[in-house]
């Protein structure tokens, strides 16, 4: 027996913390050093085969920047599945997350698989953000988290399949 799941998944998090190019990674296998910034938002879907279902990602990877804010709640009501993204190097993207995350808990599906991402892992040399800092905050606040780089591709579907396998089955 074979699930299919539908699900809407929204990447959140500070305008350059890599939401696009994680995006761009997983879909199409590809990085680009000069990702352009996203206006308003952008689709994608991506389809994932687990060993009990069959999960369709319908992606909406937003802008991140303050004045399309008010957009937001469109991208994330109803989804199924959060990204929360943050860039190692950057402590400032690493506060804006844990305000998503903030809102998510405040205005999201109360069932929402939520996934915090530390994006940039290759860029260790420039670390400001301390794995175990965002480790105890992601398990104090009931997220799973991991390390990734667009760049590189480490751990890049690896989030994908860990939300595809907490969905819950029907
Ligand atoms: P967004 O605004 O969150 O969608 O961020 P983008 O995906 O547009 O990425 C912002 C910039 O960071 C771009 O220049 C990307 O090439 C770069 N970038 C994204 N992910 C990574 C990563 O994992 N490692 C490095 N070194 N650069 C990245
Ligand atoms: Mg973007």
Redesign the pocket.
């Known amino acids: 027996k074979n699930n299919s799941i539908n699900a809407k998944l929204v990447l959140l998090?500070?305008?350059?913390?890599?939401?696009?190019?994680?995006v761009?990674r997983f879909v199409k296998g590809q990085?680009?050093?000069?990702?352009?910034?996203?206006i308003g938002a952008a689709f994608f879907s991506q389809t994932l085969a687990l060993s009990d279902a069959t999960v369709k990602f319908e992606i909406w990877?937003t802008?991140?920047q303050e004045r399309y804010h008010s957009l937001a709640p469109m991208y994330y009501r109803g989804a199924a599945a959060a990204i929360i993204?943050y860039d190692i190097t950057s402590t400032e993207s690493f506060e804006r997350a844990k305000k998503w995350v903030q809102e998510l808990q405040k205005q999201g599906n109360p069932n929402m698989v939520m996934a915090l991402a530390g994006?940039?892992?290759?860029?260790e040399e420039k670390r400001k953000v301390a794995t175990e800092e965002a480790c105890t905050y992601a398990e104090e606040n009931g997220l799973f988290f991991i390390e990734?780089?667009?760049?590189?591709a480490i751990n890049v579907n690896d989030i994908f399949y860990e939300i595809a396998r907490r969905l819950p089955r029907a």
């Open positions: 998090g500070d305008m350059g913390a890599g939401k696009s190019s994680l761009l990085f680009l050093e000069f990702q352009e910034s996203t990877d802008a991140g993204v994006n940039k892992a290759d860029l990734t780089s667009a760049k590189t």
